[in-house]
């Protein structure tokens, strides 16, 4: 009997299960620690800040789906932030071209990175610079204004359910639907899974990864401009800390390093799960300067998790 | 279906790798509802020849073409698919992180749009059903999730299937190797039905039985050429294993008295599935070589031995020269130096440092006795070409205190030069005391052993000592009896 259930409950599933149960549990814990966060206030406080980091997550998470990383996303958020809360706010069309440029730059860093076959690390930590260079350009001190539309859809308040969770649901589905279930995102994962054998079959692996990489641009772009959003101006460093977050996120949903395995679903839960990491130790009133040490140990505490599951799958 | 204009045309097809002539002008047609055997001994070119056809490769001369249309220039895999060329690899290409159904996608554009994972596991489901019945596999599975036998199946299945494109040459490249015998006479069976119905199939394998029993053409390649080609009926299991291999008498060298019975061996050694008493023994100042097909569980012994793990009884320290230098060789961003003098660090620990000085010493005085060419010892190691590289990790080995050399496959890739010397540097250490342990794909290097164990699905197959050694004997062993 025991061993049926033990069947039932399959590590595959376990596994998958284990990022919306870490979140689970840190939001029970931060709803007993105060519970006014559970109203529709509390919980768009809470979570409002988690729709940028989420996104540049699932940047991260494409680049990632291609055994490549990207040191550059944090600086490129910024990057995109001053623009959305310069040029997009004053001249929208300068704003708009800039922003789909960008995108096109960053598919072409996957084709320089895929046809010298360049570390990605490098070139991206390299590309860190030149996008906070650029940024301090663009706005050299803080301030800006974030565009109307943007700012009044990222503090949209619909009935019943707060914005930032809608959001969220809605760039956890999208990507899903396109990546995981569409046939052409099929082939886009497969490059990371076996580019050999995608190559053999006739697939173009620079065009893949050219996809990949513009994509990632895409959702950095919108992250810093949902954060403009957010919080109504810019700074060339506002989301620095988006780089290790994104990558933390993404192994925090299910994601790996290597091999094409990922979750966008996944992804979104576990930026959420950083992004309240800091709320849940202001609750504690603890200094936030642990932040950063608290997101760590939620990553180590779940990574030690996935381990423990992976043995007991190959102890069977 | 016209039997007359072949399907498929090679003509003069040539390919390089460097300074090896993987293809030296192979012409071969192939027909409409044939199988063609292609049988060879490793490194013969039949995988270079079929990666050349399926488009991985683009060939250095010569033409190929295809129902009668050249597509030499800008022949590619695409375009292969294109045409209807279909390949299995040997080693597996399915992507682990997908579904079963969705590796079927994979190479099979023309399931798109909306409802094609219905598309696929149909497509799939009914190729897996139709040529390994109970297979058990679902198209919902991850294929990472498989076994190897599973993945195999799943790739045949793929290769078989039709969508769009026609499915008119379909390459089978050791197809059986990780199949039990059931599944393997499915897809045999399953490949005569494919062929009586008008499609071509090119089955490459070493079981000798099968390519008798299936293909009504037999192609024989070595060194890179079609050396014999005829109706599977003329031949036989003899005479197959005649063409595959240069029967020459192992000239010279026979004079190496045997050291064998007189002292006790240095390494004694059981191979894990080993069904009889047969063991591997070395004793020192013996070259001992262990051949057969790539993959037969040498190296795995070599790592036993390596290790000292259990069942094996091995006196004194052991050093391995890794045969893949890249990923177990050198340390590619140390200098040359360094890397010859890691195998012996302790030699050269001070007091709290290294001792700098001694080991661009000890290095400079490997590079004059094994001539690897470099002007400087300091100089990073990937400066070095790919055979000097080696002849570092054979210094790096002869250099420590191992009395036991164990060597995986150590040639691959090497000038015949640089080999030549290697050889004469084996043989002057051996005579010294030393005992080298030697897996080679090479039949050819097993001329400089005094002992030769010829390895089968992971079990010694045959022990032939020196004076019994010859290329007919280690490939007779190589291939199964029964097969």
């Known amino acids: 009997m025991a061993s049926q259930i033990g069947n039932l409950i399959s590590p595959r599933l376990l596994r998958a299960l284990l990022p919306p149960l870490s979140l689970a549990a840190l939001l029970v814990t931060i709803f007993w620690l105060q519970p006014r966060t559970q109203s529709y206030f509390g919980l768009n406080l809470l979570l409002n800040l988690a729709i940028p980091i989420a996104l540049a997550t699932i940047a991260q998470m494409f680049i990632l789906c291609v055994n490549e990383l990207d040191l550059s996303i944090g600086a490129f958020v910024s990057l995109c932030a001053c623009i959305t809360a310069t040029w997009l706010n004053d001249t929208p069309l300068l704003g708009v071209l800039a922003l789909a440029g960008l995108v096109g730059v960053y598919a072409l860093l996957g084709a320089l990175i895929h046809l010298r076959n360049l570390p990605s690390i490098v070139v991206t930590l390299g590309m860190s610079f030149v996008w906070l260079g650029l940024a301090v350009l663009v706005l050299p001190t803080p301030g800006g204004a974030a565009p109307g539309w943007i700012r009044s859809l990222m503090t949209l308040k619909p009935p019943l359910v707060p914005f930032p969770i809608i959001a969220a649901v809605a760039i956890a589905g999208v990507v899903h639907v396109g990546l995981m279930r569409s046939a052409f995102g099929t082939v886009l994962r497969g490059a990371g899974g076996n580019p050999a054998s995608l190559a053999r079959a006739g697939w173009s692996i620079l065009r893949i990864k050219m996809t990949m990489f513009a994509l990632a641009g895409f959702f950095g772009a919108l992250s810093g401009m949902a954060l403009v959003g957010l919080t109504t101006s810019a700074d060339a460093n506002i989301a620095l800390r988006y780089t290790l977050l994104s990558i933390a996120g993404v192994i925090l949903g299910g994601g790996e390093f290597v091999g094409g395995r990922v979750s966008p679903i996944g992804a979104v839960i576990g930026a959420v799960t950083l992004a309240l990491a800091g709320s849940f130790l202001s609750f504690l009133r603890l200094n936030p300067d642990w932040q950063i040490g608290a997101q760590g140990a939620i990553l180590i505490l779940v990574l030690a998790l996935r381990v423990l599951i992976s043995r007991g799958e190959a102890r069977r | 279906m016209t039997a007359t204009a072949p399907i498929v045309r090679l003509d003069g097809v040539e390919k390089r790798f460097g300074a090896v002539r993987a293809l030296s002008g192979v012409s071969l047609d192939l027909a409409a509802g044939e199988c063609l055997g292609l049988v060879g001994h490793n490194g013969a070119g039949k995988s270079t020849l079929m990666n050349v056809l399926s488009g991985v490769l683009t060939p250095d001369a010569g033409r190929v073409s295809i129902a009668g249309q050249d597509v030499t220039g ?18 597996l290409s399915l992507c682990p992180n997908l579904t079963v159904a969705e590796n079927a996608r994979i190479s099979h554009p023309a399931i798109r749009g909306f409802g094609w994972r219905g598309q696929a596991r149909r497509l799939i489901g009914n190729k897996l059903g139709e040529v390994f019945p109970g297979h058990g596999i679902s198209p919902n599975d991850l294929v990472g999730d498989l076994s190897i036998a599973r993945r195999q199946m799943v790739e045949i299945a793929r290769a078989f299937a039709v969508t769009d494109r026609p499915a008119r040459v379909v390459i089978l490249d050791e197809p059986t190797s990780s199949l039990d015998s059931v599944a393997a006479g499915l897809l045999l069976k399953h490949v005569r039905r494919f062929v009586e119905g008008g499609g071509t199939c090119v089955l490459i394998s070493h079981l000798l039985g099968e390519i008798l029993d299936t293909s009504d053409r037999i192609a024989v390649m070595r060194d890179g050429g079609v050396v014999a080609l005829d109706a599977a009926r003329a031949f036989d299991r003899r005479s197959l294993v005649a063409a595959m291999g240069s029967v020459t008498e192992a000239h010279g060298q026979a004079d190496a008295a045997p050291k064998r ?30 051949a057969g097909l790539s993959g037969q569980g040498q190296t795995e012994l070599l790592v036993r031995i390596f290790d000292r793990a259990p069942g094996t009884d091995v006196a004194g320290p052991v050093a391995l020269v890794a045969g893949d230098r890249q990923s177990d060789g050198v340390f590619p961003l140390w200098s040359i130096a360094e890397n010859i003098a890691v195998g012996s660090l302790r030699r050269f620990k001070g007091k709290w440092l290294l001792d700098e000085a001694g080991i661009t010493h000890f290095a400079e005085d490997w590079r004059r006795k094994i001539g690897i060419r470099t002007p400087d010892v300091g100089n990073p190691i990937l400066s070095l070409s790919g055979g000097n590289q080696q002849k570092a990790l054979f210094a790096r080995a002869l250099g420590s205190d191992a009395r036991i050399v164990v060597m995986d496959d150590p040639m691959r890739g090497v000038d015949v030069g640089t080999k030549q010397e290697v050889y004469g540097m084996i043989r002057e250490q051996a005579a010294k005391g030393r005992c080298f342990l030697w897996y080679t794909t090479e039949t050819d290097e097993l001329r400089n052993c005094d002992h030769v164990y010829v390895f089968r699905e992971g079990i010694i197959a045959a022990d032939l000592p020196r004076a019994e050694m010859t290329e007919e004997k280690v490939i007779h062993a190589s291939f199964r009896e029964d097969a």
């Open chain 2, 261 to 290: 019975g007189t002292a006790q061996p240095v390494v004694r050694a059981r191979p894990l599935k080993q069904p009889d008493e047969r063991e591997l023994t070395a004793h020192a100042g013996e070259v001992v070589g262990l």
């Open chain 2, 74 to 91: 800008g022949y590619s895999t695409a375009n292969a698919q294109a045409h209807g060329v279909r390949c299995v690899f040997q080693e």
